[in-house]
T-cell receptor
Framework: LAKTTQPISMDSYEGQEVNITCSHNNIATNDYITWYQQFPSQGPRFIIQGYKTKVTNEVASLFIPADRKSSTLSLPRVSLSDTAVYYCLVGAYSGGYQKVTFGTGTKLQVIP | ETGVTQSPTHLIKTRGQQVTLRCSSQSGHNTVSWYQQALGQGPQFIFQYYREEENGRGNFPPRFSGLQFPNYSSELNVNALELDDSALYLC??????????????FGNGTRLTVT
């Protein structure tokens, strides 16, 4: 399984754009990159998923360079409610089941 | 659309006891996986169930076992509880194990405390 490395924590002011980068040097050809958000005492919530280049949805963008050894989650104009832990996952359907590994995540603190 | 629900929300057990945690998958999802999340850590994969059979397992001992029922709901059983089993146990369902990289939909977990 590909191991992921993220910053342990980040601080940002309200209204700013936040970029969280994840390294996954040994990502496999079939692996997708998925980001989840987790609030205290809740389960993780799916944010965005991609394989290569750029993916955008209503809450975030995901940038993946050509070598796919890293990815960057971009949150536009964060608010206090975006304070949470963000996990980068690398995994794929393989051998009959989904193999995914959560790292320790990035704790984002949004400051008023 | 009904999301993933888990019960109970909190549980306190004594070392050596056994515990059963329950999970109802999101409607339309036939694959369920279980995760253990210790305080301050990311979720760790325990196992996955598809068509009522375990089809993938993480690095957890056999005293962690599970079931999946015909309605796709699932149970996690832990025997001979140890203090280190204290954690948040998360259940996640996904559309179909054969659907490449279908996102996981998590419940809010069961907080297990072992004393």
């Amino acid at each position: 399984l590909a191991k992921t490395t993220q910053p342990i924590s980040m601080d940002s002011y309200e209204g700013q754009e936040v970029n969280i980068t994840c390294s996954h040097n040994n990502i496999a050809t079939n692996d997708y990159i998925t980001w989840y958000q987790q609030f205290p005492s809740q389960g993780p919530r799916f944010i965005i998923q991609g394989y290569k280049t750029k993916v955008t949805n209503e809450v975030a963008s995901l940038f993946i360079p050509a070598d796919r050894k890293s990815s960057t989650l971009s949150l536009p104009r964060v608010s206090l409610s975006d304070t949470a832990v963000y996990y980068c996952l690398v995994g794929a359907y393989s051998g009959g089941y989904q193999k995914v590994t959560f790292g320790t995540g990035t704790k984002l603190q949004v400051i008023p | 659309e009904t999301g993933v629900t888990q019960s109970p929300t909190h549980l306190i057990k004594t070392r050596g006891q056994q515990v059963t945690l329950r999970c109802s998958s999101q409607s339309g999802h036939n694959t369920v996986s279980w995760y253990q999340q210790a305080l301050g850590q990311g979720p760790q994969f325990i196992f996955q169930y598809y068509r009522e059979e375990e089809n993938g397992r993480g690095n957890f001992p056999p005293r962690f076992s599970g079931l999946q029922f015909p309605n796709y709901s699932s149970e996690l059983n832990v025997n001979a509880l140890e203090l280190d089993d204290s954690a948040l146990y998360l259940c996640a369902s996904s559309l179909d194990v054969r659907a490449p990289n279908s996102p996981l939909h998590f419940g809010n977990g069961t907080r297990l405390t072992v004393t």
